[in-house]
């Protein structure tokens, strides 16, 4: 059975710093790895995906990587910015024909001014 | 471009009432629908999913069901909710199973 663990569960740094989160996964055989942010109170917003075939994406001041073979995802996030403020959530797609995503507890990031 | 739309955003219902959620998409056809629970200090549950009309899968036992009436409405329903039905619950969509999965803005459910 699939597991997802996110380290830290919270994590303050100030505002500049570049940070890491960590997503560690059980099974390796996933078909890829999507990044959410979620805001208090509201929906998920997709940040990025990781094809199982790729090590890793970019978008903006964000960037994924991802190892299979060690079941590991890294989110590092460039320069934060208390925008950045929010809970990060990793998950796991772990069948291609459904979709079905296997979720992380979250790490609650707090970017102070 | 797609959109995903969740209502109500709050709820607020005594035990043994009934439950009707509804989620709409549109702007695609024939999406992969999901429907998510988030209880508190817990993470997000996948709770049914659907890549069809009437193909409904449930992932967990429950005193929940759901139903595809039409290609891009979801419904998420209840005969008589229980206190452990309390939670946040989300709609999201996918174009398939490896494409990025896009989340509603979800419905806060209070069991009184």
């Known amino acids: 059975k699939q597991e997802v663990t996110q380290i830290p569960a919270a994590l303050s740094v100030p505002e500049g710093e570049n940070l890491v989160l960590n997503c560690s996964f059980t099974?390796?055989?996933?078909?890829?790895l999507q990044w959410f942010r979620q805001d208090p109170g509201k929906g998920l917003t997709s940040l990025l995906l990781?094809?199982?075939?790729?090590r890793e994406q970019t978008s903006g001041r964000l960037n994924a990587s991802l190892d299979k073979s060690s079941g590991r995802s890294t989110l590092y996030i460039a320069a934060s910015q208390p925008g950045d403020s929010a809970t990060y959530l990793c998950?796991?797609?772990?069948?291609?024909?459904?979709?079905?995503?296997?979720f992380g507890q979250g790490t609650t990031l707090q970017v102070k001014p | 471009s797609q959109t995903i739309h969740q209502w109500p955003a709050t709820l607020v219902q005594p035990v043994g009432s009934p439950l009707s959620l509804e989620c709409t998409v549109e702007?695609?056809?024939?999406?992969?629908l999901y429907w998510y629970r988030q209880a508190a200090g817990r993470g997000l549950q996948l709770l049914f999913y659907?890549?069809?009309?009437?193909?409904i899968s449930s992932e967990v036992p429950q005193n929940l069901s759901a139903s595809r009436p039409q290609d891009r409405q979801f419904i998420l329903s209840s005969k008589k909710l229980l206190l452990s039905d309390s939670g946040f619950y989300l709609c999201?969509?996918?174009?398939?199973?490896?494409?990025?999965?896009?989340f509603g803005d979800g419905t806060r459910l209070s069991i009184l």
């Open positions: 999201a969509w996918s174009v398939d199973g490896n494409q990025p999965q896009h």
């Open positions: 099974d390796s055989a996933i078909y890829n």
């Open positions: 990781i094809q199982s075939s790729q």
């Open positions: 998950a796991v797609h772990g069948s291609s024909n459904t979709g079905k995503l296997i």
């Open positions: 702007g695609t056809s024939n999406p992969n």
């Open positions: 659907s890549v069809g009309i009437g193909q």
